[in-house]
């Protein structure tokens, strides 16, 4: 076969090979925003969380204020 002919075999297997490399590529991509968006979920949570046993650390403060003053 000279330089000129077409392979179409060698064609069809550099296109799969193509086709494969950019899916293979964009499903690394969604994975690495996949975790981003669960990362950042996670965060807000532990934030809640942080101001929520904060709030809760204060008003435990408060009741014993309130209890050692009615001692």
């Given at each position: 076969m000279s330089f000129w002919e077409y392979d179409a075999e060698q064609h069809l297997k550099i296109e799969k090979e193509d086709s494969y490399n950019d899916g293979f590529q964009d499903g690394i991509k969604q994975g690495i925003e996949s975790e981003?968006?669960?990362?950042?979920?996670?965060?807000?949570?532990?934030?809640?969380?942080?101001q929520k046993l904060a709030q809760l650390q204060e008003e435990l403060q408060m009741l014993r204020g309130q209890l050692a003053g009615n001692n």
């Amino acid at each position: 076969m000279s330089f000129w002919e077409y392979d179409a075999e060698q064609h069809l297997k550099i296109e799969k090979e193509d086709s494969y490399n950019d899916g293979f590529q964009d499903g690394i991509k969604q994975g690495i925003e996949s975790e981003k968006n669960n990362t950042l979920r996670e965060r807000k949570r532990a934030d809640a969380a942080e101001q929520k046993l904060a709030q809760l650390q204060e008003e435990l403060q408060m009741l014993r204020g309130q209890l050692a003053g009615n001692n």
